[in-house]
């Protein structure tokens, strides 16, 4: 039995935090296999948690993920002209000090 698109989604998040137990990770990967918009969903979210770690300025933090998943119908086409640094200052709010 497949997880439908809405408890991938609702997955998604403990997935890629790595926190997912193997049999959702399972079902995840069996859904995401068979359903292109998850797919698609899925390498979006996974492509933009690659090139934040790679910004310096920007350090996810514990709700980060979840903020993403929040943010993600807005950000599940990332347009090529977007200032990407631009962008993910106003995604994650002013860097905590100290
Ligand atoms: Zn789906």
């Known amino acids: ?27 995840l990967e069996a859904h995401v296999r068979l359903c292109p918009s998850c797919k698609k969903k899925l390498f979006s979210l996974q492509g933009l948690i690659t090139s934040i770690e790679d910004l310096d300025e920007a350090r996810p933090d514990e709700g980060f ?15 090529r002209r977007t200032d990407r640094g631009g962008f993910w200052r106003r995604f994650l709010g002013p860097r905590p000090r100290g």
């Open 1 to 27: 039995m497949l997880m439908k698109c809405e408890e991938v989604y609702h997955f998604l998040q403990a997935y890629l935090d790595g926190e997912i137990g193997p049999e959702e990770e399972r079902k």
């Open 65 to 79: 993920t979840k903020r993403l998943i929040e943010r993600l119908p807005e950000i599940a086409e990332p347009a």
